[in-house]
């Protein structure tokens, strides 16, 4: 099992690890800064440095491991020290448009009743799906009115870790620890301080005032159970 720095720290960008194994095109670390888990937001490419450097195109999870993209490997050993580095920009603008959805989830919610069906981050917008009978464009231009004046005054974006059982007794995340298959012992809670919290594995900024401004990108009605805003921190 790689373990997953941005798990508990987001803004590590350069870290030492050990090549666990060599695969065509890639390699597994036993340690990596790199955001291999997907789930709608975008993964990390950057670089691995040893005696070379070594562009990592992509990251991937598989089977409990992250995969390091790399066209070629060649010079790469298992068990030697290598040191990763994140592209830090593109990390960074994904981190603000995946905070930013969390933020316009609660926004829309609130105004509309309506659930996310869909989502997607990539670093240069993201979408989100609603679950809305009618699309009310002013409704949602509202809301992203209000996420801006939210970022404006800043709230801290705070990352813990809650074990299922604690999860099962509370109002709030019962519904998503018992949606979560029975392995899964421990949820990664994601909470921006008074305004909402959920389970994600992603990486996020640390305060949503580094958002700076949601600029709405389009609507899109894609039938009423996918009305998408999309959006992008600017
Ligand atoms: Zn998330």
């Not at 899109?220 to 921190?233: P, V, W």
Request: a neutral charge; charged letters at 30%; proline letters at 2%.
């Amino acid at each position: 099992m790689t373990e997953l720095i941005h798990m508990k720290d987001n803004y590590t960008r350069r870290f030492e690890a050990e090549i666990t194994e060599v695969l065509d095109g890639g390699v597994v670390l036993n340690r990596t800064a790199f955001y291999p888990l997907g789930g709608g937001v975008g993964d990390d490419k950057g670089m691995i440095i040893a005696d070379k450097k070594y562009n990592v195109v992509g990251t991937k999870w598989q089977d409990g491991k992250a995969i390091h993209l790399i066209e070629d490997t060649t010079g790469l050993r298992v068990g030697m020290t290598v040191n990763g580095e994140i592209e830090w920009g593109r990390r960074y603008k994904l981190m603000r448009n995946h905070t930013s959805a969390h933020l316009l989830e609660a926004m829309v919610f609130n105004k509309t009743g309506a659930l996310i069906g869909s989502g997607n981050v990539s670093v240069d917008k993201g979408y989100l799906g609603f679950t809305l009978e009618n699309m009310d464009k002013e409704l949602i231009e509202q809301a992203v009115k209000d996420a801006n004046k939210l970022i404006e005054k800043g709230a801290p974006v705070k990352i813990y870790f809650m074990d299922r059982k604690t999860a099962l007794a509370d109002k709030d995340m019962v519904k998503l620890a018992t949606k979560l298959p029975p392995e899964v012992k421990e949820l990664r809670i994601v909470e921006i301080e008074g305004i909402e919290r959920q389970a994600c594995g992603g990486p996020h900024i640390a305060d949503i005032s580094e958002i700076g401004k949601i600029e709405i990108v389009k609507m899109d009605n894609k039938g009423k159970n996918n009305r998408r805003l999309y959006y992008r921190a600017v």
